[in-house]
Protein backbone atom coordinates (compact mmCIF):
# COMPACT_ATOMS: atom_id res chain seq x y z
CA UNK A 1 0.00 0.00 0.00
CA UNK A 2 1.80 3.38 -0.83
CA UNK A 3 1.94 5.63 1.89
CA UNK A 4 -0.97 9.02 2.60
CA UNK A 5 -0.29 12.20 3.07
CA UNK A 6 -2.70 13.23 5.75
CA UNK A 7 -3.24 16.45 7.61
CA UNK A 8 -3.63 14.98 11.49
CA UNK A 9 -4.97 16.50 14.78
CA UNK A 10 -3.12 16.01 18.03
CA UNK A 11 -5.58 14.87 20.45
CA UNK A 12 -3.85 13.85 23.30
CA UNK A 13 -0.04 14.58 25.16
CA UNK A 14 1.53 13.11 27.46
CA UNK A 15 5.35 13.85 29.34
CA UNK A 16 6.43 10.21 29.74
CA UNK A 17 9.88 11.84 31.33
CA UNK A 18 12.02 14.72 31.53
CA UNK A 19 12.59 14.34 27.35
CA UNK A 20 10.13 12.27 26.04
CA UNK A 21 6.39 13.00 25.04
CA UNK A 22 3.66 10.69 24.24
CA UNK A 23 1.31 12.03 21.26
CA UNK A 24 -1.84 10.53 20.31
CA UNK A 25 -2.94 11.55 17.04
CA UNK A 26 -6.01 11.60 14.16
CA UNK A 27 -5.25 9.22 11.35
CA UNK A 28 -7.56 8.74 8.25
CA UNK A 29 -10.00 5.66 8.02
CA UNK A 30 -7.81 4.17 5.27
CA UNK A 31 -4.97 4.76 7.21
CA UNK A 32 -3.02 1.01 7.67
CA UNK A 33 0.27 -0.21 8.13
CA UNK A 34 2.44 -3.00 9.98
CA UNK A 35 4.00 -2.92 13.40
CA UNK A 36 7.75 -1.22 13.08
CA UNK A 37 6.62 1.20 10.50
CA UNK A 38 6.63 4.68 10.78
CA UNK A 39 5.72 7.93 9.27
CA UNK A 40 6.97 11.28 8.59
CA UNK A 41 5.61 14.38 10.05
CA UNK A 42 6.25 17.35 7.45
CA UNK A 43 7.00 20.67 8.86
CA UNK A 44 7.83 24.20 8.02
CA UNK A 45 10.71 25.84 9.75
CA UNK A 46 12.02 29.42 8.21
CA UNK A 47 10.00 29.09 5.11
CA UNK A 48 11.54 26.03 4.04
CA UNK A 49 10.00 21.87 4.84
CA UNK A 50 11.18 19.53 6.85
CA UNK A 51 10.43 15.74 7.40
CA UNK A 52 11.18 13.93 10.65
CA UNK A 53 10.43 10.15 10.89
CA UNK A 54 8.67 8.97 13.83
CA UNK A 55 8.26 5.74 14.58
CA UNK A 56 3.77 4.41 14.94
CA UNK A 57 4.16 2.96 18.95
CA UNK A 58 0.73 1.78 19.06
CA UNK A 59 -1.31 -1.60 17.37
CA UNK A 60 -2.87 -1.65 14.17
CA UNK A 61 -5.65 -2.16 15.58
CA UNK A 62 -6.27 1.52 17.67
CA UNK A 63 -6.21 2.61 13.87
CA UNK A 64 -9.78 0.76 13.77
CA UNK A 65 -10.20 3.24 16.72
CA UNK A 66 -9.12 6.57 14.22
CA UNK A 67 -5.89 7.43 16.31
CA UNK A 68 -2.31 6.43 16.05
CA UNK A 69 0.50 7.14 18.83
CA UNK A 70 3.57 8.68 19.06
CA UNK A 71 6.74 8.37 21.75
CA UNK A 72 8.85 11.21 20.36
CA UNK A 73 12.25 12.60 22.31
CA UNK A 74 12.77 16.60 22.21
CA UNK A 75 16.09 16.52 21.76
CA UNK A 76 17.48 20.78 23.07
CA UNK A 77 18.98 21.36 19.87
CA UNK A 78 17.00 19.35 17.99
CA UNK A 79 15.96 20.19 14.11
CA UNK A 80 12.48 19.95 14.65
CA UNK A 81 12.52 19.36 18.32
CA UNK A 82 11.35 23.40 18.90
CA UNK A 83 8.78 23.16 16.81
CA UNK A 84 7.10 19.85 18.53
CA UNK A 85 7.41 20.83 22.06
CA UNK A 86 5.02 23.72 21.56
CA UNK A 87 2.46 21.37 20.15
CA UNK A 88 -1.04 21.30 22.28
CA UNK A 89 -3.77 19.29 21.22
CA UNK A 90 -6.13 20.38 18.46
CA UNK A 91 -3.07 20.62 16.36
CA UNK A 92 -2.85 20.42 12.89
CA UNK A 93 -0.19 18.55 11.88
CA UNK A 94 0.78 17.33 8.00
CA UNK A 95 2.03 13.38 8.16
CA UNK A 96 3.57 10.68 5.42
CA UNK A 97 2.97 7.66 5.75
CA UNK A 98 3.30 4.56 6.56
CA UNK A 99 6.63 4.08 5.45
CA UNK A 100 9.88 1.94 6.17
CA UNK A 101 10.98 -1.94 6.52
CA UNK A 102 11.30 -2.83 9.97
CA UNK A 103 9.24 -5.23 10.91
CA UNK A 104 8.70 -8.72 12.24
CA UNK A 105 9.48 -11.22 9.20
CA UNK A 106 7.36 -14.31 8.72
CA UNK A 107 10.57 -16.47 9.21
CA UNK A 108 11.44 -14.39 12.58
CA UNK A 109 7.50 -15.40 13.39
CA UNK A 110 9.08 -19.36 14.03
CA UNK A 111 11.93 -17.84 15.93
CA UNK A 112 12.26 -16.87 19.77
CA UNK A 113 12.91 -13.61 19.36
CA UNK A 114 14.92 -10.88 20.90
CA UNK A 115 14.42 -6.91 21.31
CA UNK A 116 16.78 -4.31 22.15
CA UNK A 117 16.60 -1.06 22.91
CA UNK A 118 17.87 2.48 24.69
CA UNK A 119 15.96 5.42 25.23
CA UNK A 120 13.00 6.05 22.64
CA UNK A 121 14.03 3.35 20.41
CA UNK A 122 11.50 1.43 22.53
CA UNK A 123 8.78 2.99 20.42
CA UNK A 124 8.32 0.44 17.74
CA UNK A 125 8.30 -2.14 20.21
CA UNK A 126 5.36 -1.20 21.77
CA UNK A 127 3.75 -1.39 18.59
CA UNK A 128 5.48 -4.74 17.90
CA UNK A 129 5.92 -7.21 20.55
CA UNK A 130 2.07 -6.65 22.33
CA UNK A 131 0.66 -6.90 18.28
CA UNK A 132 3.09 -10.56 18.10
CA UNK A 133 1.96 -11.73 21.16
CA UNK A 134 -1.70 -11.40 20.77
CA UNK A 135 -1.23 -13.26 16.77
CA UNK A 136 -0.74 -16.65 18.86
CA UNK A 137 2.97 -16.13 18.78
CA UNK A 138 4.10 -19.69 20.06
CA UNK A 139 8.15 -19.13 20.89
CA UNK A 140 10.00 -17.12 22.87
CA UNK A 141 10.09 -13.44 23.32
CA UNK A 142 12.33 -11.41 25.09
CA UNK A 143 12.66 -7.22 25.27
CA UNK A 144 15.77 -5.71 26.54
CA UNK A 145 15.82 -1.72 27.45
CA UNK A 146 18.58 0.45 28.12
CA UNK A 147 17.58 4.05 29.84
CA UNK A 148 19.74 6.27 32.00
CA UNK A 149 18.18 6.55 35.17
CA UNK A 150 14.55 5.59 36.66
CA UNK A 151 12.92 8.71 35.74
CA UNK A 152 13.56 7.71 32.09
CA UNK A 153 12.00 4.36 31.81
CA UNK A 154 9.11 4.68 29.50
CA UNK A 155 6.08 2.16 29.12
CA UNK A 156 7.32 0.13 32.26
CA UNK A 157 3.92 -0.88 33.43
CA UNK A 158 2.42 -1.96 30.23
CA UNK A 159 5.31 -4.14 29.47
CA UNK A 160 5.17 -5.86 33.00
CA UNK A 161 1.14 -6.65 32.66
CA UNK A 162 2.49 -8.33 29.22
CA UNK A 163 5.03 -10.12 30.86
CA UNK A 164 2.53 -11.42 33.44
CA UNK A 165 -0.18 -11.94 30.71
CA UNK A 166 1.53 -14.47 28.47
CA UNK A 167 4.33 -16.86 29.94
CA UNK A 168 6.37 -16.85 26.66
CA UNK A 169 7.48 -13.09 27.02
CA UNK A 170 10.07 -11.68 29.42
CA UNK A 171 11.43 -7.91 30.09
CA UNK A 172 14.60 -7.00 31.47
CA UNK A 173 15.49 -3.26 31.99
CA UNK A 174 18.57 -1.51 33.08
CA UNK A 175 19.76 1.83 33.95
CA UNK A 176 22.98 3.73 33.21
CA UNK A 177 22.97 6.14 35.81
CA UNK A 178 21.48 7.05 38.86
CA UNK A 179 20.32 4.81 41.83
CA UNK A 180 18.81 1.48 40.87
CA UNK A 181 16.24 0.53 43.53
CA UNK A 182 13.29 -1.31 41.86
CA UNK A 183 15.38 -3.12 39.28
CA UNK A 184 18.39 -5.94 39.54
CA UNK A 185 20.71 -4.55 36.47
CA UNK A 186 22.94 -1.36 36.81
CA UNK A 187 24.52 -0.84 33.40
CA UNK A 188 24.70 -0.01 29.95
CA UNK A 189 22.07 -2.41 27.54
CA UNK A 190 25.03 -4.51 26.40
CA UNK A 191 25.35 -6.24 29.52
CA UNK A 192 21.61 -7.59 29.40
CA UNK A 193 22.74 -8.58 25.72
CA UNK A 194 25.71 -10.36 26.64
CA UNK A 195 23.50 -12.86 29.43
CA UNK A 196 20.77 -13.41 26.88
CA UNK A 197 22.41 -14.65 23.64
CA UNK A 198 20.33 -17.08 21.75
CA UNK A 199 22.80 -18.25 18.38
CA UNK A 200 19.30 -19.39 16.78
CA UNK A 201 17.18 -16.34 17.95
CA UNK A 202 16.24 -13.25 15.84
CA UNK A 203 17.14 -9.77 17.16
CA UNK A 204 15.67 -6.63 16.92
CA UNK A 205 17.61 -2.95 17.79
CA UNK A 206 16.35 0.08 17.85
CA UNK A 207 18.34 2.85 19.12
CA UNK A 208 20.89 5.34 18.22
CA UNK A 209 23.82 4.07 15.91
CA UNK A 210 26.36 3.40 18.70
CA UNK A 211 24.57 1.63 20.77
CA UNK A 212 23.39 -0.56 17.31
CA UNK A 213 26.81 -1.03 16.25
CA UNK A 214 27.68 -2.28 19.88
CA UNK A 215 25.80 -4.66 19.84
CA UNK A 216 25.24 -6.00 16.84
CA UNK A 217 29.40 -6.70 17.58
CA UNK A 218 28.36 -8.24 20.19
CA UNK A 219 26.05 -10.80 18.61
CA UNK A 220 28.19 -11.54 15.68
CA UNK A 221 31.35 -12.17 18.42
CA UNK A 222 28.96 -14.71 20.04
CA UNK A 223 28.25 -16.40 17.15
CA UNK A 224 24.46 -15.24 15.81
CA UNK A 225 24.70 -14.52 12.03
CA UNK A 226 24.17 -10.99 10.57
CA UNK A 227 21.11 -12.57 9.12
CA UNK A 228 19.45 -12.75 11.63
CA UNK A 229 19.96 -9.15 13.02
CA UNK A 230 17.18 -6.31 12.27
CA UNK A 231 18.02 -2.87 13.21
CA UNK A 232 16.44 0.67 13.09
CA UNK A 233 18.51 3.38 13.68
CA UNK A 234 17.47 7.16 15.35
CA UNK A 235 20.25 8.81 14.10
Same mark, same amino acid.
Given at each position: MPPLKFVSEILEIKQLS?? &? !????ISIPKDFNFIPGQYISMILEKENEKIRR??????IPEKANEG???L? &? !????NGLASPIIHQFKVDDKINFLGPLGFF????ESKNKNLIFISHGAGIAPFRSMIPHLLKSNYQNNAVLLTG????????????FRQLENKYKNFQYFTILSQGI???????????QLVKVHIDKEAHYYLCGLREMIDSVRAILVNN???MANIFSEKYD
Open positions: PS &I !KHFKPYSLASYAEC &I !KILEKISEYKNEEEILYNEENNKNEEFGRVQGVP
